[in-house]
């Protein structure tokens, strides 16, 4: 069905077709021509996905010195085509690697912040994107939302014998009292144009080096201090068990000002933003109605997030403490 693909739309014959194993909810497909080597993404569709929007935004970047990967047109000059009820597109392969969750080099994390700063300051010139985490998202992602949703899934974890799933909802309905007491004033926050799920695993790495920033389908607007945190949180392996070492994440934060912008609100309140936003989203909710192959990478997600959760629970006032000091 790829290979036939490929013949109709761009005119390529495929000379080997792989499926990869990285990202969730979408399929990717390395394809391999006579003309070159390729990525075939199917794209998920939901609310953050913006797949026809995503080519010329990419091409914007490019035209500015931010590393990507371009699209390629097909025979009926778009960059987007539909089959079978899923949307897909075709980009340049990128030579690299991608690494894996919270094993991050010190220059990957030099680069990454720099990175992340460098994106941002870009796209303030871009056309004003999506909105992300918002106004809506804190009318709908309530903790008295979250407790509805817990308990629907917990009932299920429950009957499916999944202990740790257990053990972990269990934990969170027993913090949303301390999420309800989280203020958050939305217009305090620096927002702008953003990649929008910008970790280490969208980051395309040659010998030390960052190769490109991919997957740019749920770029939006986004409180950008968000994004800094948990790009970090992703990669520095000290997190990998959910742990924060500060002094590191400081420096990390100071990588990302020599190009990027943070006030004062964004940095004392940035481990609150970040503890509401994994405190309310049921990611093992996503998980379990997740039909991905490789749909083990929800859980994997949802596990860290609860580890971050504890550690929060007794540390952010320190953090936010310290980031008041940059």
Known sequence: MIEKMIKEQYGLRAESVKRLETG???????????????????????EM?????????????????????????????????????????????????????NSAPDWF??????????????????????????????????????????RKTLEHAKSQNDLQVVSDLE???TQLKNLSNVNLELDCFTRTNTHGDYFISQIICGKETINAVIDWTSACVHPVCWEVIRSFTCADPGCKNGEIDIGRFISYVREYLKYG???????????????????????YHQYYQSSAANRSIFLHQAVFATKLMRWFEFNIRELSEKLREV
């Open 171 to 173: 934990y969170r309905l």
């Open 109 to 150: 994390l030099t680069q990454s912040a720099q990175m992340l700063g460098r994106i941002h300051q870009t796209l303030k010139d871009y056309e004003p994107l999506p909105v992300g985490i918002g106004e809506s998202f804190f009318k709908f992602m309530t903790p008295e939302n979250a407790e509805k949703s817990y």
């Open 49 to 101: 996905n913006n797949p026809k929007a995503e080519p010329e935004l990419v091409g914007f970047l490019q035209s500015k010195g931010i590393p990507v990967a371009l699209f390629v047109k097909n025979r009926r000059g778009g960059y987007v085509f539909e089959e079978a009820g899923k949307i897909y597109h075709l980009q340049n392969y990128i030579e690299g690697e991608t690494l894996e969750l």
């Open 24 to 46: 969730a909810g979408s399929n990717t497909y390395f394809i391999e021509t006579g003309k070159g080597k390729y990525i075939l993404k199917d794209i998920a569709v939901n």
């Open 261 to 283: 912008r943070l006030n004062s609100y964004d940095l004392k309140r940035m481990p609150y933003l970040f503890y509401y936003q994994i405190g309310v989203c049921d990611y």
